[in-house]
């Protein structure tokens, strides 16, 4: 059974920075893919961004440049380094595992970006 604990969520004005942190427990070996997802009130979820265990990362172009993804695979873990946050980045963020076609979800941290 494999489990997500996200952290690092809150409040902060626009312009600011936050860090979410996602560790991953469970049964967990070779390739996989850990990443974001958000989701804004009234909206459907989004991808965010990716990284693989080779550490090659991807990411949604309005976040390029603002956000760093990055893991530590000892941990199990990946983090988001978000900066220059804007009120458009308020939503509830996701962590996901994919290894083995099956998809694993963390319960959600929420970011809130005053303006």
């Known amino acids: 059974q494999v489990q997500l604990a996200e952290s690092g969520g809150g409040l902060v004005q626009a312009g600011g920075s936050l860090r979410l942190s996602c560790a991953a427990s469970?049964?967990?070996?070779?390739?996989?893919?850990m990443g974001w997802y958000r989701q804004a009130p009234g909206k459907q979820r989004e991808w965010v961004a990716d990284?693989?265990?080779?550490?090659?990362?991807t990411y949604l172009g309005s976040v390029k440049g603002r956000f760093t993804i990055s893991r530590d695979n000892a941990k199990n873990t990946v983090y988001l380094q978000m900066n220059s946050l804007n009120p458009e980045d308020t939503a509830v963020y996701y962590c996901?595992?994919?290894?083995?076609?099956?998809?694993?979800w963390g319960q959600g941290t929420q970011v809130t970006v005053s303006s």
């Open positions: 996901r595992l994919r290894i083995t076609r099956n998809d694993y």
């Open positions: 990284i693989t265990t080779g550490n090659i990362a």
């Open positions: 469970g049964s967990i070996f070779g390739f996989n893919v």
